[in-house]
């Protein structure tokens, strides 16, 4: 049976099955209908069955990240939603239609990239989206320098996306250049395919929180076609501490007592400095992943040393000589 909607094909047998019982041998009572139906929906994948482990994996995720409750409440929110409508589905009730196109705002580092990878795997597990997977562009991707250049571009981009999410970091960079660049056909090419395709891909546009006002205002067609905005706040020093802590963790590391109070005080400063392009969780990940380094280049010539040496991670491995800014010797973006 064809998918006609975003939840057609996964409940095409079950209500096959509904149906058949409704035509089997007599009639049945409603009482036993609404009994059938009752544990139809309690059987739905998604909160139970063999799909909830895997939902429970990406939930546990999106739990692990420090900080972002508003985030996390809408992408609840968002779950709860497809789920019911999904069941509402099934007693042949009303719907709204599920546009899921979003926006999200927020200065660099924040997580935006990070919950969109969440999102999509948390979309294919309920079946909104075919595979969930995310490609990441940015104007580069998309504009051509040349007619016929940038719609080319742009079809490559959404053959990739197709069945996932196509995340267009610093989105309010296709208005540059303004009506004769071909960044405006670049818009219209990605509006036309969110139509065309509107079950097998889903656009989220990312940007500093400004820049990304500017151009719906600019551009108020759009606005209308991404009901879903996701604000990423700028962390505290104490969440940008647990986040550190979160990595050096996760990469079988430790700080030293002496290394996590330079961190704070480090982080402390930047947060307090205030500047536009303070680049949050990124900062801290390239930190960790410097002092990392440093740690391997103190240890490398050493003869004797322990497994609590090779997991530790000390201030002097932080400590940046003086006037050199955390991210020149980065490998990593
Ligand atoms: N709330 C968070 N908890 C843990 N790690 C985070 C959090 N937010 C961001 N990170 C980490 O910081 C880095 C940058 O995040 P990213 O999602 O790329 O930010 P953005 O897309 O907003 O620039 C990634 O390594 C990510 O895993
Ligand atoms: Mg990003």
Redesign the pocket.
């Known amino acids: 049976m064809k998918q006609t909607t975003r939840f057609g094909l996964k409940y095409t047998f079950a209500d096959r099955e509904l149906k058949q019982s409704r035509e089997g041998p007599g009639q049945p009572k409603p009482a036993e209908e609404a009994a059938a139906r009752t544990q139809q929906a309690a059987a739905e994948p998604g909160f139970a069955g063999e799909r909830q482990e895997s939902m429970q994996q990406v939930l546990h995720e999106l739990d692990?990240?420090?900080?972002?409750s508003q985030v996390k409440e809408l992408v609840r929110e968002i779950r709860a939603f497809v789920e019911i409508c999904r069941r509402r589905e099934r007693f042949q009730l009303k719907n709204e239609s599920l546009v899921l196109h979003m926006i999200?705002k927020?200065?660099?580092?924040?997580?935006?990239?990070?919950?969109?990878?969440i999102l999509g795997k948390m979309l294919a597990e309920l079946k909104v989206l075919p595979k969930g997977h995310l490609v990441e562009v940015e104007r580069a991707d998309l504009v051509g320098e040349y007619i016929g250049h940038t719609a080319q571009k742009c079809r490559e981009q959404l053959k990739k996306a197709m069945g996932g999410i196509l995340f267009i970091?610093e989105a309010y960079s296709l208005a540059r250049g303004g009506a004769k660049d071909f960044g405006k056909e670049a818009i219209d090419t990605l509006v036309k395919a969110m139509e065309d395709h509107k079950n097998e891909i889903i656009l989220i546009l990312?940007g500093y929180e400004k820049e990304m006002e500017n151009f719906l205002s600019t551009n108020p067609g759009l606005r209308s076609r991404f009901p879903i905005h996701l604000h990423?706040p700028d962390?505290s020093c104490d969440?940008l501490m647990?986040?550190a802590q979160?990595?050096v963790r996760e990469r079988q590391y430790q700080l030293s007592v002496g290394a996590a109070e330079y961190l704070r005080q480090y982080l402390q400063q930047q947060v307090d400095a205030n500047r536009p392009n303070f680049?949050?969780?990124?900062l801290?990940?390239n930190l960790i992943e410097r002092a990392i380094r440093r740690q391997a280049l103190r240890l490398v010539d050493r003869r004797i040393y322990t497994r609590d040496d090779l997991i530790m991670l000390l201030r002097e491995d932080f400590v940046l000589p003086a006037g050199e800014e955390a991210g020149i010797y980065i490998w990593q973006a």
């Open positions: 692990s990240l420090i900080g972002l999200f927020g200065n660099p580092g924040t997580g935006k990239t990070t919950v969109a990878r970091d990312a990423f962390y969440e647990e986040i979160l990595m680049s949050n969780a990124r801290v990940r």
